[in-house]
């Protein structure tokens, strides 16, 4: 069964790079049925999402979050990452990975999340 | 792009139904097949229960139910439960690989 694990810092400053590992268990992030994806929720509010990786390492980013968004797959170890830069207290939040079904634009596997806060 | 119009709250008695509406536009709800309904439960991670705007992942309840009306989704819960209070989020692909949520609808069960 599918499992994925968010790992990284829970604070960062403002204007510093926050930087978030996906670690998946159970299945290769190359499988070429996978696709998979960053989302966010701040505290008490909504979810966002950010963006989306490909098993070929393609991406697509939220506009809004675009110009400061990177995701890359590391194949490795299995694991895919966010780097979210210039971050300021706007950015706190509980950030999920999770597998993208691309034949419905759904997510269908999640991580646990981790709560990032931007504060000095 | 904007995020989908979720009611705030809803809610309803043990046995009653409950629908919950999700507004976007002819850009996303209601320009493609791929509207999506999480559970969310304090503390947890969301659970898709719906996709494709009607289709129930394997071991969601069958009295979760979607449809769609124009730029309008909605989700409907058949005999609620106590376990089923929960925020709800709707989601849809928006073109151009985008994809976009709504802000949430808290439900209770009363």
């Known amino acids: 069964q599918l499992q994925l694990q968010e790992s990284g810092p829970g604070l960062v400053k403002p204007s510093e790079t926050l930087s978030l590992t996906c670690t998946v268990s159970?299945?290769?992030?190359?499988?070429?049925?996978?696709?998979w994806g960053w989302i966010r929720q701040p505290p008490g509010k909504g979810l966002e999402w950010i963006g989306t990786i490909y098993h070929s390492g393609t991406t697509d980013y939220n506009p809004s979050l675009k110009s400061r968004v990177t995701i890359s797959l590391d194949t490795s170890k299995n694991q895919f990452s966010l780097r979210l830069n210039s971050v300021t207290a706007a950015d706190t939040a509980v950030y999920y990975c999770?597998?993208?079904?691309?034949?419905?634009?759904?997510?269908?596997?999640w991580g646990q999340g981790t709560l990032v806060t931007v504060s000095s | 792009q904007s995020a989908l119009t979720q009611p705030p709250s809803a809610s309803g008695y043990p046995g009653q139904p409950v629908t919950i509406s999700c507004t976007g536009s002819?850009?996303?709800?209601?320009?493609?097949?791929?509207v999506s309904w999480y559970q969310q439960h304090p503390g947890k991670a969301p659970k898709l229960i719906i996709y494709e705007v009607s289709e129930r992942p394997s071991g969601v309840p069958d009295r979760f139910s979607g449809s769609r009306s124009g730029n309008t989704a909605s989700l409907t819960v058949s005999g609620l439960q106590a376990e089923d209070e929960a925020d709800y989020y709707c989601s849809s692909y928006a073109g151009n690989n985008n994809l976009v949520f709504g802000g949430g609808t808290k439900l209770t069960v009363l």
């Open positions: 002819s850009s996303d709800v209601g320009g493609y097949n791929y």
């Open positions: 159970g299945g290769s992030i190359t499988r070429s049925s996978y696709y």
């Open positions: 999770a597998r993208l079904l691309y034949s419905s634009s759904s997510f269908a596997n």
